[in-house]
């Protein structure tokens, strides 16, 4: 084998150009390399670690036996550079564009409003692209595997959902819109002024056409047609790759080189080199080596090559099981049960099965299957060939069991299964799709023929240990004994005693783990019972269809629905577009990867970048700080420090770099600025502090009752005469509910660039903030210069949430700092775990509640105290608490109630806002008082809920009067819509046959207010300018978050000057154009700044209203153009000054909502009470919106906002150590819901619309109402858990707590299995995480 000592050229192709990379450098991702070597900077960065699908792009290999070609999508940001020699590559970038062409991907995603920040819309594309490529009529489960990889935070999915299933022959016909009839039939043609169901007109849509798509460049085939067997090098700053051609190569390769790695996904090394900075000197790829991609079918079984992707292992299984009798296949269908699942479709292109069974990883799906089923290993070195057994010992780690270090993985052989053989794999996720089991299971049982007595037993578990654990003890046991239920009790103790979990493992969830290593036996005990029953129906008993159910796995289903909306007056006219589903200003630039983020934007000459350290301690004194090692590392240019702050170091108690003290893990202490953010990331280690802990570490809301550490006084409200009306009331019930944080998980991380101008101390800050002017407020302040020096530029924010109000401000003041003491322009990107860490998100809470009732349900008195987690400084956190307390009554009169609220100041991230700002805790703990009443009165929810709603005008408990007539017809527009009562019967008629599985359905009210209880909170401005070629320019104070205001703006602009939309452009909101504005927030974006450029475009028309006159026949280019020879300005501030909106906290009283938003929601929910998933079956919303201005953008949010709700109640969790270190710090740990997670069918509706004279066009703000209406999923798991209790003879639970996850469900459906698990003691030793509320 001859190797040179030079670094081979790496060769492939982009979007049809060649690229040859002299210096390839193998730690270099193909990400990183889009976005800053060759600029492409539509692919975006998420996570970093294969979860979010914000990178993907495809990859095309030209294979040259087959001589076929392979299109792929991946997770551009594990896949190494190196590994792509011969490969061609294409990107959002390449499938289409505004210059050339938009392809019908990009514009349907986009004209179906597919996209609202856009983040995540070129990886949404890609996928959809990379599948039609493969299968241009896809089927609907090709598609939701497809899009099983990527994560949106904005849409709720369905619009992309709709779009990618237009390419779809099903998609047709709707097959349902909610009636059980197709949107396309004739009658339901939208009439005009009548109710409307179509938000984009498919007739427009451009056909896909292959034949347009970049062919596979020819030099790449030729490239591996003439593919020597010679050695590749490429040799990087710290890591060499070698790439041999042949498996002699390859074992002399492995020989020399014995701790090398053998690359091929990537995606399990990958991520130890990123996010556990390990390196390596030398990387093996043996992706050229055919020997590991051989497949073998004998009449023993299949020889997989381990180098063949878990998407080709999934193909060639699902052929052979298609071909052959299913009792000889039952490892194959196990494991085809979990290739369907496993990671996103981006991780299962790339990931070998050599990688995956060599990687080992506790909770690997495939290898407790595969180590049941008696696979071999065909190993490889110098010295020969070798079968190693895939057995228990071999996952254990076993030396003797495993590869020596100089052996390479050829092949793996996968027997069939005999006839008395049978084999089932089990899986419990936090999610659905894409997310590690929480514990999963292989098991194996062989019988003696014709009998049902075990003569082999098999059992893995993953999720339990450090490594994949047997049950080899019991399984040996329990050979001889029959397959009935004495054996399944025995078996179930045996299994207990020997899978053991301390109560501080990793993980946590120790009772639910070792809990669902029991119920698994149960279902497999019953799957098999089946199987046998199946074959000798006589010889077995029957198995009761109620238990039947629960060997059914959810399906993975293609979500859809309807929404309706009312349509524009038949007068209005065309030219005028408000009222009508205009798409999203920027979403076709979205969809082709133009639209330009902050960190898009090109690195200027001298640009450095800064990397953080953070405190790793929750309360302790800094005792000293080294940055010496740091400051000589390659490339780094200057250590920022407190020290060098010129103005303040931060505001009230947050301080920007800690001073002296630290006061939660994941403050900023200094940050290290240098030439490359890799440099930057590689120094910042190397800053040694010293700390001293302090006294007292307060962590939870417990703690801080305890030590009595608060932000700020107490709030309270009251009305009516609490005391007298509980000794009144027939029942009282007291008690508490948590509910846990939400971390905003926008897709874009935290991003600020700092310019420093050179002169006069000015600042350009591009920033992706809420609030512009904040984050002008706090870098002037940090560089004690005045405002004016420094403008703040927001083009626009991907996503944000409340979670770029105030943090951007701090971020950016802390770049300022490096830009100011090295005098170059500094960009500071947050990578999403240090997002997670430092910027906090929604406060959890504890509500205590003591109800006072009458025996029908009547609510007559409450006494509600709420405690949130604040963190270490106040940030929001007091507006938090006084939101949560306003809105806290929801939609009902409670007559006599008391409510108090604190905020805990602890050591944590300071949390902050976050959509729906307190109402969505707030009101959460009020519906749980209702249920319990409706509980403890025997009465059906609903009628409780009715009977304590407001009814007529009244006023709420802060005195504000309002009129509850829509609230009272969401309610029953909802119910009619959703046919509550008949699904409610049948919910009932399905939990009667089932045991194991139970239905629940759940209505809930809301009334939201908008607003901010102050009044300058509300005031807005803009800047209309037309110039002289009648094109117009729009600014005004709102951020387009994605939530579509600048798409509002232009219709506000459009309707008021008269002129179509295409004249009108908004470039970017900056605090030149537009000072001293309030954050965008408290869904009134669009009110206040719809007013302020009303007002502008209205001050314009007056002027020119005498030449129009003069000359009515006109153009306005014509109109313009005098207005200009008659010295008339064409350029107007327009101002709105706000609501009124004053709360007095010490009378109790304010007017302080311009107007409320009514809704109400229904869902219904399948659990599964062995495992605690569930199934979202369907929801339906009604929604107070009124005339809105552009229905799509609204109803976008109304989805979108329910999605990000439902995963706040049923299936986010941040966990945090007893050290408040938080532990989920990306989408591997933390799961936000994906498009298998919204609900089967989701109809949404705009209430018939009623006059709002407060908002502009009598619209309403939608931003934040749907978010609660999240509530109605966990309130329908909450009666499916009932219905479980109830049927098991288990006492009411009054107040389930939020999250509800399946590791909560599964533990509330207590049965014989908890019950077998002895109570983890976390008094004896302590537990690996603790709620912090
Ligand atoms: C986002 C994400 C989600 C995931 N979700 C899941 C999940 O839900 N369930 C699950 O089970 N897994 C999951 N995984 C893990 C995934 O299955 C493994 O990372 C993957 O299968 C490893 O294969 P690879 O080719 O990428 O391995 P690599 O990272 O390339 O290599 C891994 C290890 O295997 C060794 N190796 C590779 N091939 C050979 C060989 N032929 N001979 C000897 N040694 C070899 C390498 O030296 C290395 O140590 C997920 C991973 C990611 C990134
Ligand atoms: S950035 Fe690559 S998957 Fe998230
Ligand atoms: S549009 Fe999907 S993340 Fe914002």
Redesign the pocket.
Known sequence: MSRSMESDELIFFVNGKKVTEKNADPEVNLLFYLRKVIRLTGTKYGCG???CGACTVMISRYDPISKKISHFSVAAC?VPICSLHGAAVTTVEGIGSTKTRVHPVQERIAKGHGTQCGFCTPGMVMSIYTLLRNHPEPSTEQIIETLGGNLCRCTGYRPIVESAKSFSPSSACCQMNGKGKCCLDEEEKNEPNSICTKLYEKEEFQPLDPTQELIFPPELMRMAEDSQNTVLTFRGERTTWIAPGTLNDLLELKTEYPSA???????????DMKFKDVSYPIIIS?ARILE?FVVTNTKEGLTLG??LS?TQVKNILSDVVSRIPKEKTQIYCALLKHLR????QQ?RN???L???I??R?P????NPILGVGNCILNVASTEGTQQIPLNDHFLAGVPDAS?KPE????SVFVPLTRKWEFVSAFRQ?PRQQ????TVNAGMRVVFKEDTSTITDLSILYGGIGETVVSANKSCQQLIGRHWDEEMLDDAGKMIREEVSLLTAAPGGMVEYRKTLAISFLFKFYLDVLKQLKMRDPRRYPDISQKLLHILEDFPLTMPQGTQSFKDVDSQQPLQDPIGRPIMHQSGIKHATGEAVFCDDMSVLAGELFLAVVTSSKPHAKIISLDASEALASPGVVDVITAQDVPGDNGREEESLYAQDEVTCVGQIVCAVAADSYAHAKQAAKKVKIVYQDLEPMIVTVQDALQYESFIGPEKKLEQGNVQLAFQCADQILEGEVHLGGQEHFYMETQSVRVVPKGEEKEMDIYVSSQDAAFTQEMVARTLGIPRNRINCHVKRVGGAFGGKTSKPGLLASVAAVAAHKTGCPIRFILERGDDMLITGGRHPLLGKYRIGFMNNGKIKAADIQLYINGGCTPDDSELVIEYALLKLENAYKIPNLRVRGRVCKTNLPSNTAFRGFGFPQGAFVTETCVSAVAAKCHLPPEKVRELNMYTTIDRTIHKQEFDPTNLIKCWETCMENSSYYNRKKAVDEFNQQSFWKKRGIAIIPMKFSVGFPKTFYHQAAALVQIYTDGSVLVAHGGVELGQGINTKMIQVASRELKIPMSYIHLDEMSTVTVPNTVTTGASTGADVNGRAVQNACQILMKRLEPIIIQNPNGTWEEWVNEAFIQSISLSATGYFRGYQADMDWEKGEGDIYPYFVFGAACSEVEIDCLTGAHKNIRTDIVMDGSFSINPAVDIGQIEGAFVQGLGLYTLEELKYSPEGVLYTRGP?QYKIASVTDIPEEFHVSLLTPTQNSKAIYSSKGLGEAGMFLGSSVFFAIAAAVAAARKERGLSPIWAINSPATAELIRMACEDQFTNLVPQTDSKCCKPWSIPVA
């Open positions: 670690g294969g979860d594990l790695p053998l690359v091929i996904g990537n995606t399990c090394l990958g991520l043996p590991l381990a180098g878990l699942t496993l990671a996103g991780i790339v990931a070998s050599g990688g995956h060599i990687s990883l909770t690997s799906d495939l590869l052996q390479v993985l050829i996720a894409n997310a590690f089991a591997h």
